[in-house]
């Protein structure tokens, strides 16, 4: 089969294209197993551990693959996180598809009670992809307190919504960060809207950001003018939103 067979979402398929070739992947939620049969198809990989908490996504996962042929190259297995993988078994991490909160309860479980450096699973892992749906900003804030490096970022937008891709190795948490400073991008804007998206000045991340300045300027128009504490601190909020989208945009007219 060729990689047309596959009609994957642009996220998926981008996604797909970060996995290193000749990676063993980890892919952890896999639901459909839609990456790791995207890889195994075009022979970018030649093995792959589909992991899924829940036995629906499995079953699914597992008829997909046979109906592809790929029932050999492709461990099914039913995990929390990564519960059911072992050491040094995979080089390369996924976790899309989901919540940031979840997903940092995920790697909190997977890190152990101690935290970093963490457990065996990591010695040998080069790559991490994550693509939470939500709370980017604090999951930016967990991974560089956990000590995972971001080394490249990508967003996109598909049916309307906007997805990140966080690309991750084991390291300094806060090196992406002190390098954005470097290019003048502060540490408040790196953590909001990405360091490398905004060093970068990407198409996708200006067109987000003026999104939301848009609504946070009908926001701050429709808030009543109240003294309360509720009004006031809602107030303050938005009027840093929209500092901070500000201080971002005008680095994309440097």
């Not at 070739?21 to 980890?26: R, Y």
């Not at 896999?30 to 629906?56: C, F, K, N, Q, Y």
């Not at 990508?154 to 390098?179: F, P, S, T």
Request: contains cysteine.
């Amino acid at each position: 089969m060729d990689e047309e067979c596959l009609k994957l979402s642009e996220r998926l398929r981008a996604l797909a294209k970060l996995v290193p070739a000749g990676s063993v992947l980890a892919d952890i939620g896999t639901d459909h197993a839609w990456v790791p049969s995207e890889l195994l198809l075009t022979g970018r990989i030649s093995h792959a551990i589909a992991m899924d908490i829940g036995e629906g996504p499995l079953k699914r996962a597992a008829t997909h693959i046979a109906e592809l042929g790929l029932s050999e190259q492709v461990s099914l297995r039913l995990s929390d996180g990564f519960a059911a993988l072992e050491p040094g078994e995979a080089d390369c991490v996924l976790i899309a598809g989901m919540g940031g909160e979840l997903m940092q309860g995920i790697l909190t479980r997977g890190l152990g009670a101690n935290g970093r450096p963490g457990p065996a699973f990591r010695e040998g892992v080069k790559r991490y992809l994550f693509s939470p749906h939500t709370e980017w900003e604090a999951f930016r804030d967990y991974l560089a307190a956990e000590g995972f490096r971001i080394t490249d970022e990508h967003m996109l937008k598909e049916e309307g919504k906007y997805y990140l891709i966080l690309v991750c190795e084991n390291g300094d948490g806060e090196a992406a960060y002190r390098e954005a400073l470097t290019h003048g991008i502060s540490v408040p804007a790196s953590r909001r809207f990405g360091p490398k998206l905004l060093e970068r000045r990407d198409p996708v991340l200006r067109s987000y950001m003026e999104e939301r300045l848009r609504k946070e300027k009908e926001i701050a128009e429709r808030l009543p003018q109240s003294e309360r504490a509720s009004v006031y601190a809602k107030r303050e909020e938005v009027r840093e939103n929209i500092a901070l989208l500000t201080e971002c945009l005008a680095h994309f007219e440097e």
